[in-house]
């Protein structure tokens, strides 16, 4: 669904992510694992089009390299950023209704009030006010609103409280199956990780460094590459 060949990533005169290649497979999540600084950001950005990057970007049989974010979402590509970055100004039903742009569609799709009860209840209410774990889950109904093949998760569990961490993990595996779409997440929490991933990916300093299959991951071993 989404590829990435010898991608690299500058700012200025300095390469932050260095030729890394990637894939993410049909209704599969892929978790990528790292502390900060290491470059997870910065490669969501350039998948999304935030940043320029040099390289292959490639959604199903589209090239996405060059193009504009807002082409990317329409071919597909979802992102939630991390911070989450919701209009505070703007309801929550109207914050998700900037998602139905890529789409054309007026009406909200049902299912994101059945994943998510709590936008339903407040969908008159202010984003601003609501707290962070309802702030993320009002960012993913959001991008769910335009219909992405492939959804990036950008530190997802940021800010959010261990028990809705947990639901979290388990919507997200929801919305997978419901959608039958992709999911790019990353992250440093490793249980909320072991719980949504089908493959794990460790990035240091700009280069995928380890990979494991997520069910027989050795978290150990990438709690070690967790670790300041």
């Not at 990979?211 to 070690?224: D, F, L, V, W």
């Amino acid at each position: 669904m989404l590829s990435t060949t010898d991608l690299r990533v500058s700012y200025g005169m300095s390469e932050v992510i260095h030729g890394i290649s990637l894939s993410v497979g049909e209704n599969e999540t892929l978790a990528i694992m790292g502390r900060n600084g290491m470059g997870k950001t910065t490669l969501f950005k350039s998948l999304i089009g935030i940043l320029p990057a040099k390289g292959e970007i490639s959604l199903g049989d589209h090239t996405l390299t060059g193009s504009q974010s807002y082409q990317r979402v329409r071919q597909g590509l979802a992102y939630v950023p991390q911070g989450r970055l919701v209009f505070p100004t703007l309801t929550v039903e109207e914050n998700i209704r900037t998602g139905l742009e890529a789409t054309g569609r007026k009406t909200i799709p049902e299912d994101i009030y059945a994943l998510f009860p709590v936008l339903h209840e407040m969908r008159h209410r202010k984003a601003g006010n609501l707290s962070g774990g309802q702030q993320q889950q009002l960012a993913i109904g959001r991008a769910l609103a335009a219909a992405p093949r492939v959804l990036l998760l950008d530190e997802p569990t940021e800010g959010i409280q261990p028990s809705i961490i947990k639901q979290l993990a388990k919507t997200l595996n929801e919305i997978k199956q419901l959608r039958n779409l992709s999911i790019v997440v990353s992250e440093q929490v490793l249980s909320f990780a072991m719980a949504v991933a089908d493959r794990v990916m460790v990035i240091e300093k700009g280069e995928i460094v380890h990979e494991e299959n997520g069910e027989t991951a050795n978290q150990e071993r990438i709690a070690r590459y967790l670790s300041v």
